[in-house]
């Protein structure tokens, strides 16, 4: 029974990709940091979001997240990687800290374009939450 070492397990427990799945995952797998960080500043620029990059990171904070998105909606502060890099311990502290403060850190990765996700963040951003109105007794 079963093709392998695993009895054959490891392909059940697999999903099955649909081309287009397969298609996405090989875009995803080949795109570098700066083609990922080029699309999001598009989007970011169609919805009317303000982003920011420090270009020359050599003489910043080591570990400053690489993209800084403000819109209506709130911050965004995004760690961008390709799809298979991990991140430094200085990004992984400044992640951290930025979350306890109660911040919106997350890393990007070019899968997140390609499902949408960073679509969907960035549009979230373009819609201002407003407080909820409070009356105070006269």
Sequence with gaps: LGGGRDGGTAAARRPVMTPAQRNAAAIAARMPERELLEAIYEIACSRGLLAYHT????????????????????VLWRELKTQHASITNEQRLWGNLLREAGQDWEIWRPA????????TELSALTVRYEPRNITTPR
């Design 55 to 74: 270009h020359d990171s050599r003489r910043s904070q080591p570990g400053f997240p690489d993209l800084v998105i403000v819109g209506p909606g709130g």
């Design 112 to 119: 997140d374009l390609v499902s949408d996700r960073i679509h």
